[in-house]
C-alpha cells in the first residue's frame, strides 16, 4: 500500500542533543513538508521541498534542519539550537502541479518528540 | 496571503444530532478549502476539498461542506453524530501563486461525542 512513513514514533532526547526524524513516501509525490503540533496551534509549516535538492524554510525553520536527496525521503534534524523542542512532528507529502484539484497534502502518522 | 480561522476550539455534541464546525477563510483569489481529521496521536485524515467546483462538498463518513463565497466560510457538516466522530478537525487553505505548495491550517476544533 503506498503512504508515508514515519520513524520513530515515539523519540526522548536530552537537551543539547541532535535528533533526526525519518520520512519516507512511495506515493511518487514530488513536495514533501514537515509540520508541527502543537496544543491549540493547528499546524506550523517547518520546511518543505519541491524537487529533490531543494527545499524552502517555512514559518517555523529556526533550529531545524532538512535535506532531500532522493525523492522518496525528507528528512528532518531537530538541532540542539532548537528552544522548544517538544511536540509531535507530523510529515506530509503531495504531487505538485499547477493544476486543481490534484493538490492536497498526505499525512504520516507522526513522530513524538520529548526532550528531557 | 491566505488565511483560515475556526470559530469554535471546542464543540460538545450528543450521539445523533448535527455536528457543525465552523471555518472563515481569507483569500486573494478562489481558494482550496479542505477539511481534515485527526484522531489522537495519529497523522491527519483528509475529509473532503473545495476546488471550485460544486459549492457543496461531500466527503467520507458523511460529512460534507459548503462554500458559501459572499460569506467566505467552508462550514462542516454531519446530520448526525456517532462517537467515532470524537476527533480534532482542521480547516486548511491552500497557498496561490508564488505560495501554491503551502498550505495553512486553522487552530482546530476539538469535538466531544457524548452518548
Known amino acids: 500500500d503506498g503512504g508515508i512513513t514515519q520513524s520513530p514514533k515515539y523519540l526522548f532526547r536530552k537537551e543539547g542533543q541532535n535528533v533526526t526524524l525519518s520520512c519516507e513516501q512511495n506515493l511518487n509525490h514530488d513536495a514533501m513538508y514537515w509540520y508541527r503540533q502543537d496544543p491549540g496551534q493547528g499546524l506550523r509549516l517547518i520546511y518543505y521541498?519541491?524537487?529533490?535538492?531543494?527545499?524552502q524554510k517555512g514559518d517555523i525553520a529556526e533550529g531545524y534542519s532538512v535535506s532531500r536527496e532522493k525523492k522518496e525521503s525528507f528528512p528532518l534534524t531537530v538541532t540542539s539550537a532548537q528552544k522548544n523542542p517538544t511536540a509531535f512532528y507530523l510529515c506530509a507529502s503531495s504531487i505538485w502541479t499547477g493544476g486543481d484539484g490534484a493538490n492536497v497534502l498526505t499525512f504520516g502518522a507522526g513522530s513524538r518528540l520529548t526532550v528531557l | 496571503a491566505q488565511s483560515v480561522t475556526q470559530l469554535d476550539s471546542h464543540v460538545s455534541v450528543s450521539e445523533g444530532t448535527p455536528v457543525l464546525l465552523r471555518c472563515n477563510y481569507s483569500s486573494s483569489y478562489s481558494p482550496s478549502l479542505f477539511w481534515y481529521v485527526q484522531h489522537p496521536n495519529k497523522g491527519l485524515q483528509l475529509l473532503l476539498k473545495?476546488?471550485?467546483?460544486?459549492?457543496l462538498v461531500k466527503g467520507i463518513n458523511g460529512f460534507e461542506a459548503e462554500f458559501k463565497k459572499s460569506e467566505t466560510s467552508f462550514h462542516l457538516t454531519k446530520p448526525s453524530a456517532h462517537m467515532s466522530d470524537a476527533a480534532e478537525y482542521f480547516c486548511v487553505v491552500r497557498g496561490t501563486t508564488d505560495s501554491w505548495g503551502k498550505f495553512q491550517f486553522g487552530a482546530g476544533t476539538q469535538v466531544v461525542v457524548t452518548p
Open positions: 521541498s519541491q524537487i529533490v535538492n531543494d527545499f
Open positions: 473545495y476546488t471550485s467546483a460544486a459549492t
